[in-house]
């Protein structure tokens, strides 16, 4: 099985930066994809970025160019780096991790991050 442990979460103001950490630890194999994902109240889960075990990356159009997914293998850690923050970025933030060939996903517990003035 995976775990998933985030951190980095926070208030912070309209333009300014966060950094989101998720650490996996448990059965890494190559053949995989970590992802961001989030969720504003009232609003459905939303894909945010993905990277796959060979680094591959995908980003939703809303964060282009703002946020940057990366992967530390020493430590198989994920990042979510958020640049120029906006008030629609506030969500709670949820790390995902899936294998290729299997069905089982595997979730962070989410971490709130509110963009507000």
């Known amino acids: 099985q995976v775990q998933l442990v985030e951190s980095g979460g926070g208030l912070v103001q309209p333009g300014g930066s966060l950094r989101l950490s998720c650490a996996a630890s448990?059965?890494?194999?190559?053949?995989?994809?970590m992802g961001w994902y989030r969720q504003a109240p009232g609003k459905q889960r939303e894909l945010v970025a993905t990277?796959?075990?060979?680094?591959?990356?995908t980003q939703a159009d809303s964060v282009k160019g703002r946020f940057t997914i990366s992967r530390d293998k020493a430590k198989s850690t994920v990042y979510l780096q958020m640049n120029s923050l906006k008030p629609e970025d506030t969500a709670v933030y949820y790390c995902?991790?899936?294998?290729?060939?299997?069905?089982?996903?595997?979730w962070g517990q989410g971490t709130q991050v509110t963009v507000s003035s």
């Open positions: 995902r991790f899936r294998w290729f060939g299997r069905a089982s996903i595997y």
């Open positions: 990277i796959t075990s060979d680094g591959s990356t």
């Open positions: 448990g059965s890494i194999y190559s053949g995989n994809v």
